[in-house]
């Protein structure tokens, strides 16, 4: 497949194809099908390749200006700029335009529309900061922001779904379910602007491994627009029919047939399709919450309890963060607060939420708080409801799990603005070896920085999302190539000792897949399907 | 008596489950010892298995398939140990075995079989009364000094012919047992003829007819009540085979049922100490299939209904506890069991005319099952019938290590 | 027609003369006439037995050379290949049966395709671990359930076997082998997804050959080794009392039977929950079909089971039992269940094993034809929705006499703790009606027509257009694979 992008001008008629009720495909011709463009567009170098770019683009942009209001089309600098960057390592690059949608309708015209032009787009969906690199553009893209595609389109109480836009961020949701009686089975912290769809179709860990079933969960059912195109729903979203007249409650999230849809979109950045709203579980909230804490000296000794607490099935809310990141999340005054609370919180802390229901919710707390202090006898170790070297804060860490992060700065950010994440997955039996690794790595690299460490068991503990940050002022470019050397000589060492970087954003991208040569083959063979002009996010991933 | 047509509803109802090839769910214990057909463990093909062979009969029934080559071997590659029969109806009402032998009663009608080794049973048999062609005055050469017999008893020890020529301490330790016992018996001696099972079990069913009238007249002539078997051939043929012939009015017993009756009432107290881990083995005549047959014929109506009710052998009623008893009340004996046990037991390769036909595949499967055995710790393998002591006997040679068969009788009567 | 001589030998010379048979007797296991539906598939030309992944990759390859067709099976309890003209020949994967690990610390394992559940089930139990094992019965592949997306009784409080599928090894239509998700940077088989886009998401049973593959384990709370008594057919598999239980409820409507199906989910209590079918229950614990219409015709199950809720606690510990049993009491008696008569409970109590391993599909069977086309997994509430056209239906199958009359054997089963469900329609025929292999054909056809009337969540390819036009996609991703 040749991603290589040369000038097109040539004009496509199209004929619609509606059937009853369905989704729509973009057909031409009486194939029904757009071929695939083995030359699709690309704006080059030179200035007669920066004359048909600015000719396309102000094509592109009349275009779109035709299917989306005015002032949802941005093209000044000053926006701009915030979308060229994020704090990863990618390099910045400023997007030739911005578009922000209002509807699934207007970003279906707008990506056939990209489509028939070659015109490439970056898909956004959370507020800033972000992270990863996966929105930056890299060649002169179009973002897409569905910031504004932000309805929460259904609370389902009884079958405990909610099926929102996915502009709908952690803030928004997290506030209107407080009044349902359920809550979202949510990431760490998660920024309040952060999109919910966005962060549930990039696998990111949730707090509660025990609702966890797959990699996927809790994602269900979603509407995408290919990059062909067409529109696409997912599991019994599917059909019979049109979606406002669907009978099925949308929580099955396999086929329609035998292929499972959601899954080729799950860890894409954008690059298969773009959702438009999705459907994800919701879990009842607990009449009663306690929460515990384990200290733990050594790393050698965090997995014995977290596979215990994950194979019995003991707690709600299971996770471990070093000493660095919880200080960063708990301390009032920065840097003292910060410094000291780093000083006398134990290496590691395991933090368990055990829940009582609507039903005699003090019956089962007692006997999973039971649970949990006999495997920490059983090991050595001891739970205690006071956060040891941090008494007092115990509320607060309750609190803080329960939401998204909503204060500024992001928690990450408050050492010095910027923030570098090294995560992968591996096996809970694992995890230490790579914190040893991790720490030997920095001692190669000179590295004196802090590393907040962060271990998220998932799917009911048989997985384990392992997070590094490396925080540091982006200002100081001493300090930041310092991080970056730090950050690609780790990421580069993990990676060579099995740790899996399931979510290869940016720089983790082409070696996570220099091995994997059957796999790219096989997801060029799905994006040539699902997006063959690569119009979406190209360059990322294997694209 | 049935022909293979009258097994269509067998042949039909076959849905390649696979039951036939496996232990049964609440028996698993483990990866290893889970297959149960000897010839899908050999040959791995799933046309060897129950599932295979009632295909293939149907098949032939209904013409279309030949005898080509190697159908006959691949029939005859099957020891009839009834695993697939009783497994198969652990969940339906299907007789798998019964139309595995009535394929083999029509390939010897269609003049193609048995294989050649089984022909000369039925010369043997017509000549001398027993399948190996002895002379049938040496039958009765293993009577011993001192034997206690009461002619014109009403109870009658069956010696067998594996037992007669081959493993004659069988009959003399069963003497031994019976003797101890106070139990009043007598021997058929010249008038004892072969069972009939090889050349029942070969499908040479007219043959194995006629073997068995003799008996039965024999039998009633001599007004025997209670005939007692050391053999389990013998007793699963003369459980399952002869009331296909004629209603019986007399009562088979194996001795295992016989000491653990005496043990029972007191009249035998093993007073001797065998210090010994010891694993059993059930025998596929005296477990799985020595329920006795009832014959029925009927209608099978709608969903499956039997009209007038049958009485099916499922292999629930098998002689299975009266041996254990009787070995656990032997002071040092400690019994383990393996993994295929009771009515899941793995054949030990002797049976349908296997060890004739197929000598290797009847060694391959006697050391399958001395592997299994020896997996349980024990020091020896205990079972009771000649055909097994003979294939588990060379397999264990074979293999080396010198692991020990014994049988059950003399275990009985050293205990004694 | 039969496999060219040229092209068995090149087969010979992958596996051995030993692995390899076009003897018609041996291809006679893989053409038999299905009971239930009457189809006879097509006989294949040759079938073949790879030992490894190696083989089956060279096997493929040869096939795709010579654009013959192939059939990858282990147990044959749906074998079929559609008739055909082309070459054809079955891959008999019995050889590759091995349990390659078991990793008890990260609760998977990873077999080879021929490891049956009497296998691998009590492998685990003597971990303390369990994985989901659909009503297929003890001698099916595991490895062809997971990739089917099996369905079973403990659902509940786990999941679709799907959600248990971890990593894979696939030898793909093309001949290339595919490791995917955490075996492509060789971190192990516990992830299935990655890196990047899921390409588990391609997994069907018939499209190409899988070789290995991972799948996930919980926790067991029973006892260590199956504790059977008895002898066959009839065993009692009993659980202990203190921590393993099981009740059945009956309600006065199918509305009260979802309400507490949603509520102990919220509650999170129980190991099972389901309303099993009450036709099939009969079916399933009487020995003989003689058995079943003596207890079928006396009326019992129909009075107690037609409307009825079970609920299987399992715990570890006597306190948690004493918890859930009663939360389970305040959920039944808030709906205004009772107990069902107690010689029906003790027909669970006597076969715990129904939760375990349990030869179902097989003794489904007994009554002659008989099967379940009718299968759908969404809600709770749109199952209920469904289960209430059924009489629309069936009803008339009944009054003509094609079908038993058991207009309540449906089953349903939540999924997740109530987050999603699956359910089931099981009817019984007599197979020697004539043409009585149209009935499961006739039946589907109205199912699916009622489906369509009611918009029931159902998707067949010949509606594909109301669907999101799926088959357009899933043609374009079969031909490119």
């Known amino acids: 497949m040749n991603f290589d992008r040369k000038d097109r001008t040539t004009r496509r008629d199209f004929v619609k194809h509606v059937a009853v009720g369905a989704t729509t495909l973009v057909s031409a011709g009486p194939s029904g099908l757009i071929p695939a463009d083995p030359n699709p567009a690309m704006p080059g170098n030179g200035q007669h390749e920066q004359d048909n770019v600015i000719e396309a683009a102000s094509n592109f942009r009349e275009l779109v200006g035709r299917v989306v209001k005015e002032k949802n089309i941005v093209s000044d600098p000053a926006v701009l700029e915030g979308y060229s960057r994020d704090c990863s390592f990618v390099a910045a690059s400023m997007p030739l335009l911005l578009i922000r949608p209002e509807t699934r309708e207007e970003v279906q015209q707008v990506v056939r529309i990209a489509n028939r032009s070659r015109m490439p787009l970056v898909p956004v969906s959370s507020g800033p900061p972000r992270f990863h690199g996966d929105t930056v553009p890299s060649q002169g893209e179009v973002v897409l922001d569905l910031a504004?595609?932000?309805?929460?389109?259904?609370?389902?109480?009884?079958?405990?779904?909610?099926?929102?836009?996915?502009?709908?961020?952690?803030?928004?949701?997290?506030?209107?379910?407080?009044?349902?009686?359920?809550?979202?089975?949510?990431?760490?912290?998660?920024?309040?602007?952060?999109?919910?769809?966005?962060?549930?179709?990039?696998?990111?860990?949730?707090?509660?491994?025990?609702?966890?079933?797959?990699?996927?969960?809790?994602?269900?059912?979603?509407?995408?627009?290919?990059?062909?195109?067409?529109?696409?729903?997912?599991?019994?979203?599917?059909?019979?029919?049109?979606?406002?007249?669907?009978?099925?409650?949308?929580?099955?999230?396999?086929?329609?047939?035998?292929?499972?849809?959601?899954?080729?979109?799950?860890?894409?950045?954008?690059?298969?399709?773009?959702?438009?709203?999705?459907?994800?579980?919701?879990?009842?909230?607990?009449?009663?919450?306690?929460?515990?804490?384990?200290?733990?000296?050594?790393?050698?000794?965090?997995?014995?309890?977290?596979?215990?607490?994950?194979?019995?099935?003991?707690?709600?809310?299971?996770l471990a963060l070093n000493n660095v990141n919880l200080a960063a999340i708990l301390a009032k005054n920065w840097p003292a607060d910060y410094e000291e609370m780093k000083k006398s919180l134990p290496p590691w802390t395991i933090i368990v939420c055990v829940s009582g229901y609507a039903r005699r919710p003090e019956e089962r707390v007692s006997i999973y708080e039971k649970y949990l202090k006999d495997i920490c006898a059983d090991l050595g170790l001891r739970s205690q409801s006071i956060l040891p070297g941090a008494e007092g804060k115990e509320n607060a860490v309750l609190e803080l799990l329960s939401g998204p992060w909503e204060k500024e700065p992001y928690w990450k950010l408050r050492h010095g603005g910027s923030c570098h994440d090294i995560f992968f997955l591996t096996t809970l039996s694992k995890v230490s070896s790579y914190i040893r690794i991790l720490k030997k790595t920095a001692v190669k690299c000179r590295y004196q920085g802090e590393i907040g460490g962060y271990i998220q068991p998932m799917v009911q503990g048989r997985g384990c999302h392992c997070e590094f940050n490396l925080p540091c002022d982006q200002s100081d470019s001493k300090e930041l190539a310092e991080v970056q050397r730090f950050f690609m000589d780790a990421s580069k060492t993990l990676m060579s000792n099995g740790a899996f970087f399931s979510r290869p954003y940016g720089p983790w991208a082409d070696p996570a897949y220099g091995r994997f040569t059957e796999g790219v083959n096989a997801l060029r063979k799905l994006k040539n399907i699902f997006d063959p002009n690569n119009i979406l996010n190209p360059g990322k991933l294997c694209f | 008596m049935d022909t293979l047509r009258d097994y269509k509803y067998t042949m039909e109802s076959c849905n390649h489950c696979g039951q036939c090839r496996f232990i049964l769910g609440p028996k698993m214990k483990g990866w290893e010892y889970a297959e149960v057909c000897p010839a899908y463990h050999r040959y791995k093909y799933d046309a060897y298995s129950g599932q295979g062979l009632i295909n293939i009969a149907q098949e032939l029934l209904e013409g279309t398939l030949n005898y080509e080559d190697d159908l006959l071997a691949h029939i005859y590659s099957c020891t009839t140990c009834g695993a697939c029969d009783v497994n198969c109806k652990s969940v339906r009402d299907m007789e798998v075995l019964d139309t595995i032998l009535a394929l083999r009663v029509k390939c010897v009608e269609d003049g193609r079989g048995p294989m050649p080794q089984h022909k000369e049973y039925a010369g043997n048999v017509a000549a001398r009364h027993n399948i190996y062609g002895r002379p049938h005055a040496q039958r009765s050469d293993w009577m011993f000094e001192g034997m206690r017999l009461s002619e014109g008893a009403a109870t009658a020890y069956f010696v067998g012919c594996t037992t007669s020529y081959f493993y004659p301490d069988i009959a003399r330790n069963t003497v031994k047992i019976l003797q101890a016992g106070d139990v009043n018996f007598r021997l058929l001696k010249g008038e004892e003829h072969c069972c009939g099972a090889p050349l029942w079990r070969t499908g040479q069913r007219e043959a194995a007819i006629k073997i068995a009238q003799q008996n039965l007249d024999t039998i009633r002539k001599l007004g025997i009540k209670t005939l007692i078997t050391s053999c389990a051939e013998c007793y699963g043929t003369f459980r399952g085979f002869y009331p296909r012939i004629a209603k019986p009015d007399?009562?088979?017993?194996?001795?295992?049922?016989?000491?653990?009756?005496?043990?029972?009432?007191?009249?035998?107290?093993?007073?001797?100490?065998?210090?010994?881990?010891?694993?059993?083995?059930?025998?596929?005549?005296?477990?799985?299939?020595?329920?006795?047959?009832?014959?029925?014929?009927?209608?099978?109506?709608?969903?499956?209904?039997?009209?007038?009710?049958?009485?099916?052998?499922?292999?629930?009623?098998?002689?299975?506890?009266?041996?254990?008893?009787?070995?656990?009340?032997?002071?040092?004996?400690?019994?383990?069991?393996?993994?295929?046990?009771?009515?899941?037991?793995?054949?030990?390769?002797?049976?349908?005319?296997?060890?004739?036909?197929?000598?290797?595949?009847?060694?391959?499967?006697?050391?399958?099952?001395?592997?299994?055995?020896?997996?349980?710790?024990?020091?020896?393998?205990?079972?009771?019938?000649?055909?097994?002591?003979?294939?588990?006997?060379?397999?264990?040679?074979?293999?080396?290590?010198?692991?020990?068969?014994?049988?059950?009788?003399?275990?009985?009567?050293?205990?004694? | 027609m039969s496999l060219p001589r040229s092209i068995y030998k090149m087969f010979e010379r992958v596996v051995g003369t030993e692995y390899i048979s076009d003897r018609p007797h041996i291809l006679a296991a893989y053409r038999h006439t299905s009971p239930q539906d009457g189809r006879k598939p097509a006989s294949p030309d040759a079938v073949i037995l790879p030992g490894n992944t190696e083989e089956v990759q060279a096997i493929v390859r040869i096939c795709r050379r010579f654009g013959i067709k192939y059939n990858p099976v282990t147990s044959l309890l749906s074998v079929g290949m559609p008739p055909s003209d082309q070459l054809k020949v079955v891959l008999s994967l019995r050889r590759m049966n091995r349990v390659l690990e078991i990793n008890e610390k990260d609760r998977y394992v990873v077999v080879e395709p021929a490891v049956r559940h009497v296998q691998l089930k009590p492998e685990l139990m003597k971990r303390g671990l369990s994985y989901p094992v659909p009503s297929v019965g003890p001698s099916c592949s595991v490895m062809a359930n997971f990739l089917a997306k099996g369905e079973h009784h403990n659902?509940?409080?786990?999941?679709?076997?799907?959600?248990?599928?971890?990593?894979?090894?696939?030898?793909?239509?093309?001949?290339?082998?595919?490791?995917?998700?955490?075996?492509?940077?060789?971190?192990?088989?516990?992830?299935?997804?990655?890196?990047?886009?899921?390409?588990?998401?391609?997994?069907?049973?018939?499209?190409?050959?899988?070789?290995?593959?991972a799948i996930a384990l919980d926790e067991w709370k029973g006892p260590r080794i199956m504790p059977a008594e008895g002898h066959t057919p009839s065993y009692k598999v009993r659980l202990p009392q203190d921590r393993h239980k099981v009740f059945i409820f009956k309600f006065p409507t199918l509305e009260k039977v979802r309400d507490v199906m949603v509520e102990m989910g919220k509650a999170e209590i129980g190991a099972a929950v389901l309303k099993f079918f009450y036709a099939t229950a009969a079916v399933m614990f009487t020995v003989s079909a003689n058995d079943f219409w003596n207890t079928w015709n006396s009326g019992l199950f129909q009075k107690e089971l037609s409307k009825a809720v079970w609920v299987y606690l399992a715990t570890r510990t006597p306190e948690e039992m004493a918890y859930e049993e009663g939360v389970m009491w305040d959920i039944v008696r808030e709906m205004g269940g009772e107990e069902v008569d107690k010689s029906v409970r003790k027909i669970w109590e006597d076969n715990m094993d129904f939760f375990i391993i349990v030869s179902f599909l097989q003794r489904v069977l007994k009554l002659g034809g008989g099967w379940s086309p009718i299968l759908h997994c969404e809600s709770l509430p749109h199952s209920f929705e469904i289960a209430k056209t059924i009489p629309e239906f069936f009803?008339?199958?009944?009054?003509?006499?094609?079908?038993?009359?058991?207009?309540?054997?449906?089953?349903?089963?939540?999924?997740?703790?109530?987050?999603?469900?699956?359910?089931e329609l099981l009817f019984f025929y007599d197979r020697f009606l004539p043409d009585a292999k149209m009935i499961p054909q006739e039946l589907m056809k109205q199912s699916s027509e009622m489906d369509l009337r009611h918009q029931h969540y159902s998707p067949s390819p010949d509606k594909e257009q109301l669907y999101s036009n799926f088959q357009f996609w899933a043609t374009k991703i079969r031909n490119a694979f």
């Open chain 3, 155 to 213: 659902q509940h409080s786990t999941s679709r076997n799907n959600r248990y599928l971890l990593g894979y090894e696939w030898v793909m239509p093309t001949g290339e082998i595919l490791r995917t998700g955490s075996l492509s940077n060789d971190a192990g088989w516990f992830c299935p997804d990655g890196p990047g886009p899921s390409l588990a998401g391609l997994v069907q049973r018939s499209n190409g050959v899988y070789t290995k593959a």
């Open chain 1, 148 to 318: 504004r595609m932000n309805h929460v389109i259904n609370i389902d109480t009884v079958n405990r779904c909610a099926t929102i836009e996915t502009g709908v961020t952690y803030g928004q949701l997290c506030a209107e379910l407080k009044r349902s009686g359920l809550r979202l089975n949510i990431p760490l912290l998660p920024r309040s602007s952060k999109s919910v769809v966005a962060s549930r179709l990039e696998r990111e860990p949730t707090l509660i491994p025990k609702y966890q079933f797959d990699y996927i969960d809790p994602l269900l059912t979603l509407e995408v627009i290919y990059g062909t195109g067409d529109d696409f729903r997912t599991g019994s979203a599917s059909g019979p029919g049109a979606l406002e007249t669907l009978k099925a409650d949308k929580v099955n999230p396999w086929g329609p047939g035998s292929i499972d849809y959601c899954k080729f979109l799950s860890g894409a950045q954008g690059t298969m399709g773009l959702v438009t709203w999705a459907a994800t579980k919701l879990e009842v909230s607990p009449s009663l919450q306690k929460i515990y804490f384990v200290p733990i000296k050594e790393a050698d000794d965090l997995a014995a309890p977290l596979i215990k607490i994950l194979r019995q099935r003991v707690a709600d809310e299971c």
């Open chain 3, 395 to 423: 009803n008339s199958f009944i009054d003509k006499g094609l079908v038993l009359n058991a207009p309540h054997n449906f089953q349903i089963i939540p999924i997740e703790y109530g987050h999603g469900a699956h359910i």
């Open chain 2, 250 to 416: 007399f009562e088979v017993l194996h001795i295992s049922e016989v000491v653990n009756r005496l043990l029972a009432n007191g009249v035998l107290r093993p007073t001797g100490n065998v210090k010994m881990k010891v694993t059993y083995h059930d025998p596929c005549l005296l477990g799985r299939l020595s329920e006795p047959y009832v014959p029925w014929s009927g209608e099978i109506k709608p969903y499956g209904l039997h009209e007038p009710p049958k009485q099916w052998r499922r292999g629930t009623y098998g002689v299975y506890e009266a041996p254990r008893k009787v070995l656990r009340s032997i002071r040092g004996i400690q019994l383990v069991e393996m993994t295929r046990n009771e009515e899941n037991a793995f054949c030990c390769g002797g049976g349908g005319g296997v060890p004739a036909a197929f000598p290797d595949f009847a060694l391959s499967t006697a050391r399958e099952r001395i592997d299994e055995a020896r997996s349980t710790g024990a020091d020896a393998i205990v079972s009771s019938c000649p055909l097994c002591q003979s294939n588990l006997e060379k397999a264990s040679g074979i293999s080396g290590n010198g692991f020990r068969y014994l049988d059950f009788c003399e275990l009985v009567a050293h205990a004694l």
